[in-house]
């Protein structure tokens, strides 16, 4: 039998480079990117360069495109708020309209799962990506696709802030025990405290945020 092969496309490889670097840090956030030095860099032509350039505009890294090339977003703290109190609202409304369909229980057991994940993490790659898919379970049964997509869309953005905020062991400890509050009012039935306690999670990010502002 055949092994699977996947087969991506010079624009798809570009893509998933430069992805890579912008969330390592290693192209800094509001960098310039020019179709030239990356032509020169990946010795491709301008076509594929400027396909992975759409993708990661289409993922919202992107501030500004040009006719020469791209300019990153600036996370500035005006923006992370911003953003911040976007991605609350939609959460907010998920956990309700999940509360509402009939798999609160599949919602509560991926809620423990993904908690245990974010526990037993080992580096930040693995508890960013356990605390993405923890909120994702009530996106995944909140019966409304765009709603699903949205929060799909500025996962890599959000990726981004939570790297931001959450820097040390005390600040996971805390958003863990936030995520087990919400986790057990959510099985209790009590899915008003689930949105509140959401909401106050939501805040205490954009606490972190300003609390580390100007470093």
């Not at 040390?168 to 039935?189: F, K, M, N, P, V």
């Given at each position: ?20 670097d ?46 020469t ?8 703290f ?56 923890f ?6 049964y ?53 949105e ?13 945020i ?6």
């Open positions: 039998m055949a092994e699977n092969i996947i087969k991506l496309t010079l624009s798809e490889q570009i893509y998933n480079i430069l992805k890579e912008i969330l390592a840090g290693t192209i800094p956030l509001g960098a310039k990117l020019t179709n030239r030095e990356l032509q020169e860099r990946f010795q491709v032509s301008s076509t594929p360069i400027r396909d992975a350039i759409n993708k990661l505009n289409q993922d919202g890294l992107i501030g500004e495109v040009t006719k090339g791209a300019q990153l977003i600036s996370f500035d005006e923006y992370s708020g911003e953003l911040n109190e976007f991605i609350l609202a939609l959460s907010c409304e998920a956990v309700a309209l999940s509360s509402r369909s009939n798999h609160t229980r599949q919602v509560t057991e991926e809620l423990y799962r993904n908690l245990e994940a974010m526990t037993e993490a080992q580096d930040d790659e693995a508890y960013f990506d356990a605390d993405y898919r909120h994702k379970a009530f996106f995944d909140c019966g409304n696709r765009f709603l699903k997509e949205t929060y799909k869309r500025y996962n890599l953005i959000r990726f981004l802030l939570m790297r931001h905020a959450v820097r040390t062991l005390e600040h996971r400890t805390s958003s863990i025990r936030q995520h087990r509050l919400i986790t057990e009012a959510y099985e209790d039935g009590d899915y008003k405290l689930a509140k306690l959401t909401e106050e999670h939501y805040r205490y990010g954009v606490h972190l300003d609390e580390n502002k100007g470093e």
